[in-house]
């Protein structure tokens, strides 16, 4: 099994990390050498346990998202769990609203993490997000383009065409025939072909996600192996269905096929 | 469950207490996108959007034995407003094939069966209530299956 988090609809800035967090246990920095988005990161070197820093910003109602969505590099390896991200609705992030746990992360590797809010219907008024250091043992962090976003996380039999070359769409995918009958083709660019199917056992809240807001929305993306991809469908008429396993509605899975969104020319960091 | 077949203009209708499938009803099997719209930027950069969605309804009613029930079908069929009401939900509804039905034998015209495609009437934009509905059970091909999403429990015949 191999897990997607299928993403849609506009995304929500709490911290793009460009500017300081400010100081609780340790004093963090920005780090305008090393980011994955805008101009900086926030770096911090944790020490003890408990709130290590925060970021606050203007008030924001993040009640109709789903996910925190952020990306996190440690210099060590670290186990699931030891840190969180706190939530709050406290400029100072003194109390928890949310406490999103990190997964484990793998030392110098840039984390694409998308965490499910417990209460985000209640989270009319976020303030602050907070870095929460919970076993003992520094480590430095750094954290990028923090985000509220809606999402929804599956189980997968196995992802094609993002982390290795499967298919691809050239553009422009035109053929010229010379008079001489000689036939010429000058892409400059192609765009991926994400394809995977979601496994049975999906609950209900899952499957009516896939639809609305997900197959109606006009912005869509796929984060997988530490990448977002905005997609389209490959079918924009009848973009997926389901397959009844053994005939029965029981079992249901889902085959989708998506286009990468965009084109480029050099191939994407997932394939290397 | 039963799935009935409605003529509101009349009123009538006919149930049939144990079709074989019902799929697309209850729960996100098929689909289609409403006026859906693909664009291409002149760099490549794909732009998709739609104005909302159609359920592709499938109902196998197995055989119908009842003779005053398979000229029902045509009727309803005929009729300008049809409507299907299905685990808690009524539906208008419109033939996937609008140019008609037929009937399925096998080995004797005396076992007719009947398979019907609809389509939502009217495209939805958000979640219809038979989809929040969690309490069916369902009968699928040959293959009896009681219970709910939860808790299924498989009768084999």
Known sequence: METVVLKCGTDITLHACDTAWTAD?????????????????????????????????????????????????????????????????????????????????????????????????????AKSIGLVQNTAGDVGIHIDSVLAVNACSYDTYGVKGLDDVDGIRLWPGVMNECPDGERRTSPSAYGRMPMFTIAPGTTKTQRLWLVVPFALASTKAVLYANEEIAVVFQDAEVPFSSEWLRGTPIGRAYPMAFLEKSVRATSPTSWS | MVIKFIIPSVPSEVSFTSPLMVRGFDDVDDFELVNPVNQVGLEGTLIQSCIGFRRIITVDLGVVFDKTSRVFLTTWMLAADRQLEYASETLAVTPRDPTGFSSVIKESKYFRRYRFEVMDKVPLTTIPAAWEYTGAWYDADSLPIFGSDGVPIYVRT
């Open chain 1, 25 to 125: 246990a340790v004093t963090p920095s920005v780090d305008t050498v090393d980011f994955k988005e805008g101009t900086g990161s926030m770096s911090v070197t944790t020490t003890g346990t408990g709130l290590q820093c925060h970021g606050s910003f203007s008030s924001i109602d993040i009640s109709a998202k789903t996910h925190i969505q952020f990306y996190v590099k440690a210099d060590s390896d670290t186990a699931a769990g030891k840190f969180t991200l706190r939530v709050s609705i406290l400029t100072d992030c003194s109390a928890a609203y949310d406490t999103l746990s990190f997964p484990a992360l793998t030392a110098g590797v840039w984390t694409l993490c998308a965490l499910e809010l417990s209460i985000a219907s209640a989270l009319t008024q």
